[in-house]
């Protein structure tokens, strides 16, 4: 039985995505070899690196605008270090959202100085800060657009003239944004996008070239951007899935109709949390992300009685971050509308039971 998948991350794909990435294992283009074991160099696969790449840039309404698509490794955790390496001359400015915010500024401290600009740390991470200033002279602002452990989202970005650079792990392709407002997005595939194992970063080339520091040659995205992103072996399998998955977004009507899935499924599950007497949301409901939806019981006592009913019911991945306890329900594009159903279905089955 295929189960109800909320894990935040590697998470569900969509099942017509997995059917074809699968018989690419057996037989890639009927070449008679599997997509594991082709060269990077053939045509074959530098045609499905191109088309990941001319897909990140449509589908963000990016092409011809001067931006770069890139697909590496070592996950958003290495862009802490590359966006730094890369555009750290002096110093940056960083908004605190959460955990992955923490680690990357942990990151920029070592290239320069870091101004946190402004942190919800003080509430365990539950809001998005507002109201805060970003230095004029900072080489960069450095945002995270959806918190997936603390389920809190960025619904507004500051309108600034220094450049921005914003992780979108989390909710890349999940919402329509101005994406010419950022300067360089980055994005582990394994949330919105494919497996585990490759990253894509969407960078505008006239923002490379400035930092007063020799770069390694893996680190400096001008590099990457003049080898097609294949300096060194890329991750082909899971670049493949990730081409795979843009172009199930494009079929099924690019992010405008993925906006809209995900708004209905959200609206599903977050009216029942306020709803249902016993349980209440986590996160500042103006900030609540229709990606990770974060909510608690009010009484612990009938957690093992709930957490019996979800997993009876063939649903996984519901239990929150140990940051934040309780459950986090990842909602990512391929979800369905039916398994929000199900959890709903056993949130009002709890309450009659222990009414």
Known sequence: MKKHNFSAGPCILPQEVFQEASQSILDF??????????????ADFVSVMEEAQNLALELLGLQDKGYKALFLQGGASMQFLMTAYNLLDSKAAYLNTGTWSSKAIKEA????????????KDKNFNYIPKDYSIPEDADYFHCTSNNTIFGTQIKEFPNTDVPIVCDMSSDIFSRQLNFEDFD???AGAQKN???AGTVLVVVKENLLGNVDRQIPSMMDYQVHISKDSMFNTPPVYAVYVSMLTMRWIKKNGGIDAMEKRNAEKAALLYEEIDRNPLFEGFAAKEDRSPMNLTFNLKDEAHKDQFDTLWKDAGVNGLSGHRSVGGYRASMYNALSIESVQVVVDLMQKLEKEIN
């Not at 283009?29 to 053939?42: D, F, K, M």
């Open 184 to 186: 360089l997005i980055y």
């Open 109 to 120: 401290k070592l290239f320069g100085e870091v101004i946190e600009v402004a942190s919800s």
């Open 29 to 42: 283009n009927n070449s008679g070899l599997s997509i594991l074991e082709i060269s990077h160099r053939s």
């Open 193 to 195: 996008m494919g497996p």
